[in-house]
Nanobody, 123 residues
């Protein structure tokens, strides 16, 4: 069955860096565009970053642009999110997601989701 399993979350201090990973299985990973979303307590799930099938196009939310970097390794069915200059407002559960046709910026556009990994940034 389809699985997206996130890892790499944790408790860090403001200014630190962290790498999130998402291992995919059970679907044609190479054919899907991938994204990261996050959800903070009491807030809606929001777009963070997206990458196309070949990695040729990357998109970021304004709030993370220049600090986060999304990448993928199609040989390993893996997508990563490198986060640097972390801020307290980056605290959230981070979700990996896969989409085939939908909007890259909207959660509704994604077909498969992981269960998330918690990132907590202390200030």
């Amino acid at each position: 069955q389809v699985q997206l399993v996130e890892s790499g979350g944790g408790l860090v201090q403001a200014g630190d860096s962290l790498r999130l990973s998402c291992a995919a299985s059970g679907f044609a990973f190479n054919s899907y565009k991938m994204g990261w979303f996050r959800q903070a307590p009491g807030k809606e799930r929001e777009f963070v970053a997206a990458i196309t099938q070949s990695g040729g196009t990357r998109n970021y939310a304004d709030s993370v642009n220049g600090r986060f970097f999304i990448d993928r390794d199609n040989a390993k069915n893996l997508v990563t999110l490198d986060m640097s200059g972390l801020k307290a407002e980056d605290t959230a559960i981070y979700y990996c997601a896969a989409r085939f046709f939908g909007s890259r910026y909207e959660a509704d556009g994604y077909d498969y989701w992981g269960r998330g990994t918690q990132v907590t940034v202390s200030s």
